[in-house]
């Protein structure tokens, strides 16, 4: 069974600052991991995807993320944090089950980003 | 662009009402999935569809049935509504392929739920 463990319910940091989100799984295959954002009354969007290539990837908005298989984490970073990055960040876990993908979601981690 | 609608942004509803929630995508993408959101415990899988007319349990199916008859299609439905089905309600979609590195779910806006 997969399950996603996300460090942190809430992290406030200073505009310019850079931004630390952590992010723990436990998947019993090679899993694909994400982060998705989501911002006031929006819809969930796709930050970045870790897909078994590349252990450092970047996403949008200056995001990154890397994975680390040794310490099974996936922290989310940016180096220097801006107002429009206030929002709920999720931590999620893919497994393929049957013919279809199910994704585990962490509990969030909500951005608060002072002036 | 992808573009998944959900069929109402708010709705307010009586115990016991039958409450129908849709979800309609533009992509041709063969899986949809209906999530749950409440604060504190992320989103939850409540149904999900590979195919018109498939369906699989999520981690909490209970209280809650899906319909697919057409591939853009998915509604969750409430039989008998109660008041712990005040939620935020989540369809989502993907493309069918098997690799998981394919499967990137696109979501809807949601549907802020209030059952009285």
């Known amino acids: 069974a997969q399950s996603v463990t996300q460090l942190d319910s809430h992290v406030s940091v200073s505009e310019g600052t850079p931004v630390l989100l952590r992010c723990n799984y436990s998947?019993?295959?090679?899993?694909?991991l994400f982060w998705y954002v989501q911002h006031p009354n929006k819809g969930l969007q796709l930050l970045l995807k870790?897909?078994?290539?590349?252990?450092l990837v970047k996403g949008i908005n200056g995001f990154e993320a890397e994975f680390k298989k040794s310490e099974t984490s996936f922290h989310l970073t940016k180096p220097s944090a801006h107002m429009s990055d206030a929002a709920e960040y999720f931590c999620?876990?893919?497994?393929?089950?049957?013919?279809?993908?199910?994704?585990?979601f962490g509990t969030g981690t909500r951005l608060a980003v002072r002036p | 662009d992808v573009k998944v609608t959900q069929s109402s942004r708010y709705l307010v509803k009586r115990t016991g009402e039958k409450v129908f929630l849709e979800c309609v995508q533009d992509?041709?993408?063969?899986?949809m999935f209906w999530y749950r959101q409440d604060p504190g415990l992320g989103l939850r899988l409540i149904y999900f569809?590979?195919?018109?007319?498939?369906?699989e349990k999520g981690d909490i199916p209970e209280g809650y049935s899906v319909s697919r008859e057409k591939k853009e299609r998915f509604s969750l439905i409430l039989e008998s509504a109660s008041t712990n089905q005040t939620s935020m309600y989540l369809c989502?979609?993907?493309?069918?392929?098997?690799?998981?590195?394919?499967?990137?779910?696109?979501f809807g806006p949601g549907t802020r739920l209030t059952v009285l």
């Open positions: 569809s590979y195919d018109v007319k498939m369906k």
């Open positions: 992509m041709d993408h063969e899986n």
């Open positions: 870790y897909t078994s290539a590349a252990t």
């Open positions: 998947s019993s295959y090679s899993p694909s």
């Open positions: 999620v876990v893919s497994e393929t089950r049957g013919s279809g993908d199910k994704l585990t």
């Open positions: 989502a979609i993907s493309r069918g392929d098997t690799v998981p590195s394919y499967n990137e779910q696109f």
